[in-house]
């Protein structure tokens, strides 16, 4: 029983220290040259030599012409915490009470302003979430996947090299697999929540959480590296709690805002570094002897969906597993916070 406690106190200790000490590495990232350019022996410089060497040539000006890392981080602190973050702040901490006082002035202090108020503020408040914070959080959805796969596909070929891609019709099988399945371990954490008993469900619904961000910052990762979705989440399941500390900083700074909006915005701003933590992550040595099985329930419920559904058209994933060839690493725009 000690041994044990011990190994889950390290686990956790030393995935929580992986996370934050990871996203250092996004200073030089940019300054490393890509694993995947070796260097290749001189060849004599025949014509098929030198068309070789200009095709080499305007690969890697192509190459250098791609976003970098950190300017992919910036863009996303811009635009999660400068335009979508901060417009909320100014509407509900500006624009909000100067029309509140203004209204006051124009019926000078009597108590009919605040009936007037009564009405006029929930009425900008709804018409401020449905005409900007909505769109623009659908919106955020997409670009944020985007420049998260450019940061998770940059950090992966400054350390490992040459993605293991496989096909096009793999992709999107495992795509749709995984969004579902991530969307129903969502809502398993949601529920976990409503436990009885006091402290218990905030506890079990954080430990989904943890094991859930962890998920998102390692499947870019994983993917790249040829992983199929079932070999992911024994992976997560048979070491539970290195990926719980890995994912413990994550869901306690996005639990703290009340708003579910602000705390996409935190999600988005601050992912980006735990996907460069998981990318530079070591590989983990000391395994539990009892994996935590939280991902059963969601694996086999996504399993009889994505039978009746999606796999109509497709060939569909085993049933004795999670099963679906390698994805995850695409636009996720369903399932994640932010």
């Not at 490992?160 to 099988?173: D, E, F, T, W």
């Not at 949601?190 to 962890?214: E, R, T």
């Not at 983990?284 to 399993?303: A, C, E, K, T, W």
Request: glycine share 6%; net charge positive.
């Amino acid at each position: 029983m000690t041994d044990t406690v011990r190994l889950v106190t390290a686990g956790m200790m030393r995935g929580f220290r992986d996370s934050i000490l990871g996203t250092l590495k996004v200073y030089k990232m940019d300054q490393e040259p890509d694993s995947s350019m070796t260097k290749k022996p001189v060849e004599p410089q025949t014509v098929l030599a030198q068309r070789r060497a200009e095709r080499m040539k305007h690969k890697d000006s192509r190459k250098e012409s791609e976003p970098k890392v950190t300017h992919r981080i910036m863009q996303c602190c811009a635009w999660n915490g400068g335009v979508c973050w901060l417009s909320i702040i100014l509407f509900n901490n500006l624009l909000l009470p100067c029309l509140q006082w203004f209204t006051e002035s124009l019926f000078g202090g009597s108590g009919s302003h605040s009936v007037v108020w009564s009405w006029i503020g929930p009425i900008l408040s709804w018409t401020f979430s449905a005409l900007w914070i909505l769109p623009l959080f659908v919106l955020s959805k997409i670009v944020n996947s985007f420049w998260f796969q450019d940061i998770a596909d940059a950090a992966y070929r400054k350390s490992r090299g040459r993605p293991q891609l496989p096909s096009i019709s793999k992709v999107i099988a495992d795509l749709l697999f995984s969004v579902l399945l991530q969307s129903l371990f969502l809502i398993q954490g949601m529920l976990a929540s409503f436990l009885p008993i006091h402290g218990i469900g905030q506890l079990v619904s954080l430990l989904h959480m943890c094991l859930l961000y962890s998920l998102y910052a390692f499947e870019y990762k994983w993917f790249n590296m040829g992983w199929e979705v079932h070999r992911r989440l024994t992976y997560i399941e048979c070491n539970w709690p290195y990926f719980v500390g890995f994912g413990l900083p994550l869901a306690l700074l996005t639990a703290l805002p009340p708003s579910l909006v602000i705390s996409g915005c935190v999600f988005s701003i601050l992912f980006p570094l735990f996907i460069i933590s998981a990318n530079e992550a070591p590989p983990i040595v000391d395994n539990i002897d009892f994996p935590l099985r939280l991902f059963s329930p969601v694996v086999g419920m996504s399993n009889t969906i994505f039978h009746k559904s999606v796999a109509k058209g497709t060939s569909a994933p085993s049933s004795g597993g999670p099963g679906t060839p390698s994805s995850a690493r695409q636009v996720r725009v369903s399932s994640e916070p932010g």
